[in-house]
């Protein structure tokens, strides 16, 4: 059993749908991570929150909206995407702050955009 | 800004053998953290082993091992008595301080019966 949980595994969803994916985490951690993960790509750093504030927004489309309600939850709200998107999005958590060490990850979401 | 970088696509190994992997970073840091992320078929990232770069000592968890040589920036994996569940993408990474991990590309390890 994973102390990080997301939701929906798997999501195909139309360009002109709003759609959200669920992030839960369950370890203590303060520090939270959207990565996407296309075939034959590195991992890509979307978004890092540390103590329920942004930190980090790597250049993401503001087709993908972030919101993090406590340090236990993370969202990550979709729409008018594009085909392109589609790729596997994978939560991170880690314990955050000035020692921060291993992120542990949940199963990802596949997102297929049509 | 640091840099993971895993030079090998793809590797494959006998089972029952040992197998290496290879990774190299570049900070100007001297405290950092180094990871080995496992991604099965399943999708789920894994920790595998961590290093802290303080530690002169190379990390070892039961069949799995670092060679971690930090004047050289370099940091193998090395995997013994190979099994079939040891087949996935593994993923160097690196972190610093408060930041956020940073990956290599990784590499695809394929078991052969």
Known sequence: ?114 | AQTVTQSQPEMSVQEAETVTLSCTYDTSESDYYLFWYKQPPSRQMILVIRQEAYKQQNATENRFSVNFQKAAKSFSLKISDSQLGDAAMYFCAYSFGNEKLTFGTGTRLTIIP
């Open chain 1, 1 to 114: 059993e994973t102390g990080v949980t997301q939701t929906p595994r798997h999501l195909v969803m139309g360009m002109t749908n709003k759609k959200s994916l669920k992030c839960e985490q369950h370890l203590g951690h303060n520090a939270m991570y959207w990565y996407k993960q296309s075939a034959k790509k590195p991992l890509e750093l979307m978004f890092v929150y540390n103590f329920k504030e942004q930190t980090e927004n790597n250049s993401v489309p503001s087709r993908f909206s972030p919101e993090c309600p406590n340090s236990s939850h993370l969202f990550l709200h979709l729409h008018t995407l594009q085909p392109e998107d589609s790729a596997l999005y994978l939560c991170a958590s880690s314990p955050g702050g000035l020692k921060n060490t291993e992120a542990f990850f949940g199963q990802g979401t596949r997102l297929t955009v049509v």
